[in-house]
């Protein structure tokens, strides 16, 4: 009793995380609390005021779709919501043709219970449409067909048969209720879409797993000997028609529609999988792969129980990965994310700052989380021969770092004067194209096999 309401009081806490943002998965959870709590107190309504009537049995179908509220609320924190939603489009369908049927008490206002199905149909078509086929479009017109079928016939249930309501003008009614109806849903069907090159990446982005078309690259990572210290994984997306899409093209998508969680996890698992798979030819022991790691993924409630569980699947030990996390990451609660690196820290994982120098941070507040390296952004890098103030930046960003005891990682290495400034200032970790660009896994291996001998 005491882990149930522990666990309840968990996700009560995680609601922030749950609602906060713009992604269609947070929308569709906030609309059926919205959903739930609205039938909640409808249904409590409709259950005293039957139950005063007399009206026992339609009192009891109102606390089946007062339950039905709760179900709704309580769906909209649980994993596997597709599931529920099958459950819940289906059950409130149920209920309301229940209700047509038994809920005669009031034949005036009989007609206007029907604008249920109109808020059921166009809702579950805008809601619902990044949702499977059958939930974007059959079920809608499922309730459109129904609407029609009851705004016609005036079906109940009376005196143990169904009885009909049938109006005088029956045709002039019907064309006044079909038409604006079908119109409203044809409108409803037209504008749920985005067609911005962004939707439509956002769209094609969201089948690439299944699919196959995600691909790691890996970019070798060199001291100041040149040699090789590790790897950085690096997403791409082989689109089959438009090729190659850049990572700064499709990661602010996946960032802002929330499906960078589920990329994340796909590139953390196989990540570790070609780690396990080269150690086994190869024993890699001393070298270390670096893992990008975005932060919506990171305050996610799963993602340390997933990466734990990925690491004892494939056996490889915490020391061997390092998380890149950027600036930007400290904008989000603090306390969360000083938890979470400091649990990984505890077991050995090295964390990264990628791109500092371009963005939110400072040295005072990376020195409050357990961090372990800096990477000098690249577009600093690049003007250290072109820009005085740049190559000012870089060089009291090395010494600082090098006095708190902070690894420095300069990435952009296009040549060898680069390398050697750089070097020569007090920086010891190095990644360009000058030494290679992200290689597929094949080609990596071809640098592991130099770097072995």
Same mark, same amino acid.
């Given at each position: 009793?005491?882990?149930?309401?522990?666990?309840?009081?968990?996700?009560?806490?995680?609601?922030?995380?749950?609602?906060?943002?713009?992604?269609?998965?947070? =929308?569709?959870?906030?609309?059926?609390?919205? %959903?739930?709590? +609205?039938?909640?107190?409808?249904?409590?309504?409709?259950?005293?005021?039957?139950?005063?009537?007399?009206?026992?049995?339609?009192?009891? *179908?109102?606390?089946? +779709?007062?339950?039905?509220?709760?179900?709704?609320?309580?769906? $909209?924190?649980?994993?596997?919501?597709?599931?529920?939603?099958?459950?819940?489009?289906?059950?409130?369908?149920?209920?309301?043709?229940?209700?047509?049927?038994?809920?005669?008490? @009031?034949?005036?206002?009989?007609?206007? !219970?029907?604008?249920?199905?109109?808020?059921?149909?166009?809702?579950?078509?805008?809601?619902?449409?990044?949702?499977?086929?059958?939930?974007?479009?059959?079920?809608?017109?499922?309730?459109?067909?129904?609407?029609?079928?009851?705004?016609?016939?005036?079906?109940?249930?009376?005196?143990?048969?169904?009885?009909?309501?049938?109006?005088?003008?029956?045709?002039?009614?019907?064309?006044?209720?079909?038409?604006?109806?079908?119109?409203?849903? *044809?409108?409803?069907?037209?504008?749920?879409?985005?067609?911005?090159?962004?939707?439509?990446?956002?769209? !094609?982005?969201?089948? %690439?797993?299944?699919?196959?078309?995600?691909?790691?690259?890996? #970019?070798?990572?060199? /001291?100041?000997?040149?040699?090789?210290?590790?790897?950085?994984?690096?997403?791409?997306?082989?689109?089959?028609?438009?090729?190659?899409? +850049?990572?700064?093209?499709?990661?602010?998508? %996946?960032?802002?529609?929330?499906?960078?969680?589920?990329?994340?996890?796909?590139?953390? !698992?196989?990540?570790?999988?070609?780690?396990?798979?080269?150690?086994?030819?190869?024993?890699?022991?001393?070298?270390?792969?670096?893992?990008?790691?975005?932060?919506?993924?990171?305050?996610?409630?799963?993602?340390?129980? /997933?990466?734990?569980?990925?690491?004892?699947?494939?056996?490889?030990?915490?020391?061997?990965?390092?998380?890149?996390?950027?600036?930007?990451?400290?904008?989000?609660?603090?306390?969360?994310?000083?938890?979470?690196?400091? @649990?990984?820290?505890?077991?050995?994982? =090295?964390?990264?700052? /990628?791109?500092?120098?371009?963005?939110?941070?400072? *040295?005072?507040?990376?020195?409050?989380?357990?961090?372990?390296?800096?990477?000098?952004?690249?577009? *600093?890098?690049? #003007?250290?021969?072109?820009?005085?103030?740049?190559?000012?930046?870089?060089?009291?960003?090395?010494?600082?770092?090098? !006095?708190?005891?902070?690894?420095?990682?300069?990435?952009?290495?296009?040549?060898?004067?680069?390398?050697?400034?750089?070097? /020569?200032?007090?920086? @010891?970790?190095?990644?360009?194209?000058?030494?290679?660009?992200?290689?597929?896994? $094949?080609?990596?291996?071809?640098?592991?096999?130099? $770097?072995?001998?």
């Amino acid at each position: 009793m005491i882990s149930y309401f522990s666990s309840r009081y968990s996700m009560l806490k995680d609601l922030p995380f749950i609602l906060q943002g713009d992604n269609p998965e947070k =929308k569709l959870r906030l609309t059926l609390l919205i %959903a739930g709590f +609205s039938s909640i107190l409808a249904g409590f309504y409709m259950v005293a005021t039957n139950f005063i009537k007399g009206e026992n049995g339609v009192s009891a *179908l109102y606390c089946l +779709s007062t339950a039905m509220g709760f179900y709704i609320v309580i769906a $909209a924190f649980r994993d596997k919501l597709n599931k529920h939603l099958y459950i819940i489009v289906h059950a409130l369908l149920l209920i309301i043709m229940l209700l047509f049927l038994l809920d005669n008490d @009031h034949r005036v206002e009989k007609h206007s !219970e029907y604008n249920y199905l109109v808020a059921l149909t166009v809702g579950s078509a805008l809601v619902l449409r990044q949702q499977t086929p059958y939930l974007s479009k059959i079920f809608p017109l499922i309730c459109l067909v129904v609407y029609l079928f009851f705004i016609s016939t005036g079906l109940t249930w009376q005196h143990s048969a169904f009885q009909l309501n049938i109006p005088h003008e029956s045709g002039f009614y019907i064309v006044n209720c079909a038409v604006p109806m079908i119109a409203l849903l *044809l409108t409803a069907f037209t504008l749920r879409g985005n067609y911005s090159e962004t939707d439509l990446i956002k769209r !094609e982005l969201s089948q %690439a797993i299944e699919k196959n078309q995600l691909e790691l690259y890996y #970019q070798p990572q060199v /001291d100041s000997n040149k040699k090789l210290i590790g790897f950085e994984a690096l997403l791409r997306w082989k689109h089959p028609v438009k090729g190659f899409i +850049s990572p700064e093209v499709f990661i602010p998508v %996946a960032e802002k529609s929330g499906l960078i969680i589920d990329i994340g996890k796909w590139v953390m !698992e196989h990540t570790l999988q070609q780690i396990a798979e080269w150690d086994r030819g190869q024993h890699l022991s001393d070298l270390v792969f670096s893992v990008n790691i975005s932060p919506l993924q990171l305050i996610h409630r799963d993602f340390t129980q /997933d990466t734990l569980l990925s690491l004892s699947h494939y056996k490889i030990r915490p020391e061997r990965l390092k998380f890149e996390i950027t600036e930007t990451t400290f904008v989000y609660d603090q306390k969360r994310i000083g938890d979470v690196i400091s @649990h990984f820290s505890q077991l050995g994982v =090295k964390w990264a700052i /990628d791109d500092f120098g371009v963005g939110y941070s400072s *040295l005072k507040s990376i020195s409050d989380f357990a961090i372990d390296d800096i990477k000098i952004d690249k577009s *600093l890098i690049m #003007q250290i021969f072109k820009n005085e103030s740049s190559a000012i930046v870089v060089q009291k960003t090395i010494e600082l770092s090098r !006095e708190m005891g902070l690894n420095v990682l300069a990435e952009g290495i296009e040549s060898e004067e680069y390398f050697t400034y750089l070097r /020569d200032k007090g920086c @010891h970790l190095f990644q360009g194209y000058h030494f290679a660009r992200p290689l597929p896994p $094949a080609d990596a291996q071809v640098w592991i096999k130099k $770097a072995k001998i």
